[in-house]
């Protein structure tokens, strides 16, 4: 048996609980400890772990005080699943205390005669798990009959508390009515303040925790009354009023008045959250269905905590067939099918923002909406098509879309922002129907509005910070005129929508320490058995040292004298040894071994792998290579320079100038730049001009045998005064651009009139590597004597042509696919690193190597793998059974709750006999200590009994000493150990 008394001196009650099973968890506290019939022993066993994962689901607790019966409160506690005690008052123009038809908790006063009578009246209810952080609202109001009072009326006080699961009070507060409110005095576990001399008519009550503690305020959070830290969750909540009759002055009550409590409203503070609790010390990470890598913490700490909320973007494909959740507003239809959402205006809606509406969550800040619409216009028609934002006031806050200007005529691309300003293009700059996407981003306080496809155009302007409420899918029509019917493709954003639930693994890499302690000899050979975590000492007297086996590879081996660290060894999977001149031996000390099972791989394939290839993990634990049968494919690409449509220009004026322009014409593509301005290098008295000129070309393929042609001039000229100039030149330069490397592959010589003719065969002939871009640079220098102005005539740089050939891995195909894994596995290539999808699947990408390649892929499996559909509002925990065969060296036992943590140990570290007149006479070495939030404290405990007779501790924490006697050899004793906090420890020890 286990007893606990006053855990962390919270209350002083006791409280028994009996250890059986070896882990229990009761009403906020989880215990974990060795077991009512533990064996202590030298010897070691195999042991056992098995770890699950556990959720508590917070609750959330709302009392609106709107149920029936309207009646007396005892009767309604009765019918609505609260219990009550002590006397209710239940008399209408007299005293009573009820729930009225309006909805609120009232205490109910009339002028009357008083007699000494006392009311205590009490109800309460059980709130479920709400959990360590929270949060608690009590709106109370007050209203009287009359402003004046009666002189030495009675006191009316309101209380309102909370306990936890195990039933004790963690916070109360008392209001004292006296005409009005007049004083309040708030409890945290007993410390309390008051405050005095009020004058109150309404009270805002909140009492809220969070990861910085718990405060209470009477206004609704606008001061703090006072402030401490709950240790255990809330679980039942209670309200009391009480009042003496008794007046000393005169024999009256007060006037008439009445205190309403309108509801109880208790929720949990994250409940938006997916909240992991109690983790061992580690890494952890959530992977999605996908692989992908969503959240991560990491903490050298035990019961270490992180929360997650998984809340995508808002997006709608409209490819569901269903409308709702968008609402229609005053429109005439509004259909989804064939992947569209499809609205037709009523008549006469003209300027009325009707549409199809979608609520969304109101984010402050930066957002981005983009939408695709296709509009269909008719003869003689006037129509709004707008993509809005508006506020919570139905407001327009933004809006961009297709608007016609006057009947008979092509409409108008139309935009604007409210405290901005509104832009259009004009009738006839549109088709009658085509197809647009509108994109609206606002960063700051600056709105960015852009169209692609039937306007093409980026419109820029200040405007309002306004929180955004809803998304608006206008269409409307003027009076009777013909409308347009819009078909809206999608809408996307990076707006958060609503908590959702999480599909995908919570992954630990965990150490886990297994500990031996005795007396080493050199001949001593300790074997760690990593199957069962568990040693096996044995002896051989031909060795010269003390040596360590069985350590796999990569696991810690740490070796302390007594209490002191001398040697730390991370494992190649050979032997350790122990020199004496490292510890001189014998020695009495203890070997750690860190299990770091995630850094051990399973599998390794290191032989040739081509693109095309893919890799299955066998039953054997092997990686099979497989051909998948793909091809490459032959491409073309580039451009004839006719326009400027896939370059992307960009520039860099190192001495500065006026920006460069960008153009087209008679078959180039073209930079233009008027003015340079000269500067003086650091180091150098000559005036100088410099720029580069960048034209990019997009490729983003993984290719092999490229062929690169291209054609390009320029002319760049300079001149200095009275004719002094150094240098003055430009140049042209092809790049290949993979990642953040630029390979130059042709170069002009420098001249004023630079020109290339270009072309390159047999790039990458040998192996399929990536390549992001084509880049044809420009750069031009030069310099004049000092003292001498130096200027630029206008330059420019032109490209004929670019034309790229090129064998290239299909598009469709992601990558070198590893199968048969299970998810929370991974794999690591190159120095990176790639999680398993939900079907054990792991796709190295394309752009990781060049390939075919002889790199090594290999398999290594995570310490914890959970996979499953994690829910917000629930906290997620695991539960740790470890199993020990009879031989254990330590009897522990752990309380937990959500902040806190409080273990004891007794670890047994030798045994010796000596034999007496009246028996055996035994002394015993242990170490006691205790944890706190895993913070260990060697001690002294409380006391130590030995088959049912007290003996004395001698030594110093570390290292104490008891001595006892056994009239005969009767194989073990019965031992107690008392924790000076009440935690008491059972066992046997195993005599020698």
Not at 214 to 229: K, L, P, R
Not at 446 to 464: D, L, M, R, V
Not at 565 to 581: A, W
Not at 811 to 823: A, M
């Amino acid at each position: 048996m286990v007893r606990v008394k006053s855990l962390f001196m919270l209350t002083a009650v006791t409280v028994f609980l009996i250890a059986n099973p070896p882990h229990v968890l009761v009403s906020g506290y989880v215990t974990y400890f060795s077991g009512e019939d533990a064996v202590l022993s030298l010897g070691d066993g195999p042991s056992g772990l098995k770890v699950t994962l556990c959720n508590t689901n917070y609750a959330s607790f709302c009392e609106e005080f709107d149920s029936p019966p309207y009646s007396a409160a005892d009767q309604w506690a009765d019918h609505n699943g609260w219990e009550f005690t002590g006397s209710c008052p239940s008399w209408s123009g007299y005293l009573w205390c009820g729930v009225t038809d309006a909805g609120y908790l009232q205490w109910h006063n009339w002028f009357h005669g008083t007699g000494g009578s006392v009311y205590n009246f009490k109800m309460w209810k059980k709130v479920g798990t709400i959990g360590p952080y929270f949060e608690l609202y009590v709106p109370i109001s007050t209203f009287r009959a009359s402003s004046s009072g009666v002189a030495g009326s009675p006191e009316l006080h309101v209380s309102l508390s909370l306990y936890d699961g195990k039933g004790a009070k963690i916070f109360a507060t008392e209001i004292v009515y006296n005409n009005p409110i007049r004083r309040i005095v708030a409890w945290i576990y007993g410390a309390n303040k008051t405050a005095d001399n009020l004058y109150l008519s309404s009270l805002n009550i909140k009492l809220w925790q969070n990861a910085s503690g718990a405060y209470f305020s009477y206004d609704n959070g606008s001061s703090v009354m006072i402030s401490g830290t709950f240790y255990t969750s809330p679980a039942k909540i209670e309200i009391e009023f009480y009042i003496w009759e008794y007046n000393p002055i005169q024999p009256y009550s007060d006037y008439e008045y009445w205190i309403n409590i309108d509801k109880v409203v208790m929720i949990n503070a994250n409940y938006e959250d997916i909240t992991f609790s109690g983790l061992p010390s580690g890494n952890w990470s959530l992977i999605d269905t996908s692989g992908r890598q969503i959240s991560r913490a990491d903490s050298p700490l035990q019961g270490m905590s992180f929360s997650f909320q998984n809340r995508p973007p808002i997006s709608d494909e409209f490819d569901d067939g269903i409308v709702d959740p968008w609402e229609a507003v005053n429109l005439n239809s509004i259909d989804e099918k064939d992947g569209r959402l499809m609205t037709i205006a009523k008549p006469s809606t003209w300027g009325s923002w009707s549409g199809a509406r979608l609520r969304i969550p109101s984010p402050v800040g930066d957002l981005r909406v983009e939408a695709q619409l296709s509009y269909i216009g008719q003869s003689s028609d006037l129509a709004e098509i707008y993509l809005a934002l508006l506020d919570s006031t139905g407001s327009v806050v933004a809006y961009a879309g297709v608007c016609d200007a006057w009947a008979g005529s092509n409409p108008q691309w139309s935009c604007g922002v409210s405290q901005g300003s509104s832009w259009s293009t004009g009738a006839n700059t549109l088709p009658g129907t085509g197809s647009l996407v509108i994109q609206i981003q606002r960063t700051g306080s600056t709105w960015t509005i852009k169209s692609s496809g039937a306007y093409i155009g980026t419109w820029t302007t200040a405007g309002s910070s306004a929180p955004i409420q809803h998304i608006l899918l206008t269409n409307t029509r003027y009076y009777s005129y013909n409308g347009k019917t819009a078909q809206w493709e999608y809408i996307r954003t990076d707006i958060p929508g609503p908590p959702k639930p999480f599909n995908g693994t919570l992954v630990g890499l965990v150490d886990y320490i297994y500990v031996k302690r005795g007396t080493f000899n050199p001949n001593t050979t300790l074997t760690y058995y990593d199957e069962g975590n568990y040693f096996e000492l044995t002896q051989n007297q031909q060795q010269s040292c003390f040596t360590i086996k069985g350590v796999p590879i990569n696991d810690i081996v740490k070796v302390y004298d007594g209490g002191v660290l001398k040697k730390t060894v991370v494992s190649t999977g050979n032997d350790i040894q122990i020199q004496k001149s490292e510890i001189q031996q014998p020695f009495n000390g203890t070997v750690e071994v860190v299990s770091r099972p995630y850094l051990r791989s399973v599998a390794n394939y290191a032989g040739g792998l081509d693109w095309n290839d893919k890799l299955v993990y066998g039953s054997d634990g092997t990686l099979i290579k497989q051909n998948t049968g793909i091809n490459a494919q032959m491409e073309t690409l580039g451009s004839e320079c006719s326009t400027t449509a896939g370059w992307t220009f960009s520039y860099n004026l190192v001495s500065g100038g006026q920006p460069p322009s960008l153009s087209s014409s008679l078959g180039y593509v073209r930079f233009d730049e008027q003015r340079l301005s000269y500067y003086y290098p650091p180091g150098s008295e000559l005036p100088t001009m410099e720029a580069w000129y960048y034209l990019r070309y997009d490729v983003n393929a993984a290719v092999r045998n490229m062929t690169v042609s291209t054609v390009a001039d320029g002319s760049f000229t300079y001149y200095a005064t009275a004719d002094k100039l150094l240098e003055g030149w430009g140049e042209i330069i092809v790049y290949l651009v993979r990642g953040g490397s630029w390979t130059p592959i042709a170069q002009s010589p420098r001249s004023t009139a630079p020109s290339l003719n270009v072309n390159i065969s047999n790039l990458y002939k040998d192996a399929f590597t990536q390549v992001d871009m084509v880049v044809i640079a420009f750069h031009t220098f030069a310099r004049s004597r000092a003292g001498y102005a130096l200027y630029s005539n206008p330059q420019w740089g032109r490209i004929d042509y670019l034309r790229l050939e090129f064998y290239r891995i299909p598009d469709w195909y992601s990558g070198i696919n590893v199968t048969g894994l299970k998810p929370g596995w991974r794999i690591k290539f190159l120095g990176a690193e790639y999680w398993a999808d939900s079907e054990g699947r792991v796709v190295i990408p394309i752009n990781a190597t060049s390939w075919p390649t002889s790199s090594t892929v290999s398999v290594y499996p995570p310490t914890f793998s959970f996979p499953n559909t994690f829910r917000p509002g629930n906290l997620y925990y695991l539960f740790v059974n470890r199993s020990y065969s009879p031989r254990i060296d330590r009897l522990y036992y752990e309380v937990s709750t959500e902040l806190i943590s409080y273990k004891v140990e007794f670890a047994l570290i030798s045994m010796e006999k000596t034999p007496s007149s009246t028996g055996i006479v035994h002394e015993m070495v242990f170490k006691y200590t205790i944890y706190e939030d895993g913070k260990p404290m060697e001690a002294l405990p409380k006391s130590l009994v030995i088959d049912g007779a007290p003996v004395v501790i001698s030594g110093t924490p570390g290292g104490l000493r008891a001595r006892f006697s056994t009239p005969s050899h009767t194989g073990y004793v019965d031992l107690l150990c008392l924790d000076a906090s009440g935690i008491c420890l059972t066992g046997k020890i195993i005599l020698p």
